[in-house]
C-alpha cells in the first residue's frame, strides 16, 4: 500500500466549512436517549421514562445535553472534506470531545451550524485536529451550544518541516471560567478518595447497532471485518454514546433528573468499548467549582474507558 502524503497545514488551516442545516424532531431526541442506555434497565424508572415518553405528548420530554453532538451532520464527511488533511480512515480515533450549552435545549428544532478547524497538532506518529461547531436556533437567532471534537489521525503524524512540532490552537469558549482550562484541573478523584455517587448502567450487545441510527455510521461500529482491519476482535461502541451514558449519569446523581442543570460537559476516551458490556460511572463532586469529575470504567475487564468533568449551574441563577 503506498504511503500517504504529507499534511499540508496550510491548507488544512485555510479550509472553510459551509454553513449546514440540522433538523430535528421529539422522535430524533427519543431515539438518541434510547441509544445511550435511557429505561433500558427499568423502563418504569420515571426518571428515565421521561427522556422519551411523556404522557402529556413527546415534546415535552427532557434533552440530554449530549444530544447536540449530533448537530454537525455526517461528521466523518467533514473530515474527509478539509484539503490538504492525508490520512488513514481505518486509523481515526475520537480523542476528546467538548460542550457548552448556553439555553436549555429544545425538543423541535432546525439548528445552523458553523463549523471551523480549532486545532492542528503534529504528535509524531499522529495527527490531532480539532473541530469546532457553534450552533444556533434557526427559528430564534439563539445560540445554544458549542462542540469541540479531538480527532487523533494515527499514522498522520511527521508532517512538520521544521525541529519544533507543528501546533496551532485557537479555541472558544463562551463561559466565564470554563473551557479548555477545565480538563487541566486536577482530578479530585486522583488521590484515591473514594466516589461520592456511582451508577451502574448495561449495554446491549446491540447497543452500537442502535446509537448508529443517530447518524454516525462509521462501519467500525458494525461491520466485523471493518473492525479486525483497524485492529479490534468486533466492532466497538461508539465514544460519543458511552460519553452519552456517563453524562445521564452526572444528570441523575447531580442535577436531580434535569439535564439543563449541566453547563459544560468534557470527556477523554481512553480506551474502547464492546457492547454488552457493564459500564460504571464513579463521580466525585468539587464544591467549590460546582464541578462533578468522573470516570467510566468496565466492570467486566476494570478498565477505566473514559474520564473526564461535568460544570453545573448555579442553582441560583442561569444563562
Known amino acids: 500500500m503506498a504511503s500517504l502524503p504529507r499534511i499540508d497545514p496550510a ?12 433538523t430535528y424532531t421529539e422522535r430524533d431526541v427519543a431515539l438518541y436517549a434510547l441509544g445511550v442506555g435511557a429505561a ?7 426518571s428515565e421514562l421521561s427522556y422519551v415518553y411523556h404522557p402529556d405528548g413527546q415534546s415535552s420530554i427532557k434533552v440530554l445535553p449530549t444530544f447536540t453532538v449530533l448537530y454537525p451532520v455526517g461528521f466523518l464527511d467533514l473530515i474527509g472534506s478539509i484539503s490538504g488533511l492525508h490520512y488513514d480512515p481505518k486509523l481515526l480515533l475520537h480523542g476528546e470531545q467538548y460542550i457548552e450549552v448556553y439555553q ?14 480549532a486545532g492542528l497538532h503534529d504528535k509524531g506518529k499522529a495527527a490531532v485536529v480539532e473541530l469546532e461547531t457553534v450552533s444556533h436556533n434557526d427559528d430564534t437567532g439563539a445560540l445554544l451550544c458549542m462542540n469541540r471534537s479531538t480527532i487523533f489521525l494515527r499514522g498522520a503524524g511527521g508532517f512538520s518541516t521544521s525541529e519544533i ?35 451502574e448502567d448495561h449495554t446491549h450487545p446491540s447497543q452500537a447497532l442502535l446509537y448508529r441510527l443517530n447518524g454516525d455510521y462509521n462501519p467500525l461500529h458494525a461491520d466485523p471485518s471493518f473492525a ?6 468486533q466492532p466497538i461502541l461508539h465514544g460519543l454514546c458511552t460519553l452519552g451514558f456517563a453524562t445521564k449519569a452526572v444528570v441523575t446523581g447531580f442535577c436531580g433528573g434535569d439535564p439543563s442543570n449541566v453547563q459544560s460537559v468534557q470527556g477523554r476516551f481512553l480506551l474502547h468499548v464492546f457492547p454488552g458490556e457493564t459500564l460504571v460511572t464513579e463521580m466525585w463532586k468539587d464544591e467549590g467549582q460546582n464541578r462533578v469529575d468522573y470516570k467510566l470504567k468496565v466492570k467486566e475487564r476494570n478498565k477505566v474507558v473514559l474520564s473526564g468533568s461535568i460544570i453545573l449551574r ?4 442561569r444563562l
Open 104 to 117: 436549555p435545549i429544545p425538543v423541535n428544532a432546525t439548528i445552523r451550524n458553523n463549523i471551523r478547524i
Open 40 to 46: 433500558s434497565s427499568d423502563p418504569c424508572d420515571p
Open 314 to 317: 448555579s442553582t441560583l441563577s
Open 11 to 22: 491548507q488544512v488551516l485555510a479550509h472553510e466549512f459551509p454553513e449546514s442545516l440540522f
Open 228 to 233: 479486525k482491519k483497524a485492529g479490534f476482535p
Open 165 to 199: 512540532p507543528f501546533s496551532f490552537s485557537n479555541r472558544t469558549s463562551l463561559i466565564a471560567g470554563v473551557g479548555s482550562r477545565t480538563a487541566a484541573k486536577k482530578d479530585v478523584s486522583a488521590g484515591g478518595t473514594s466516589p461520592d455517587r456511582v451508577f
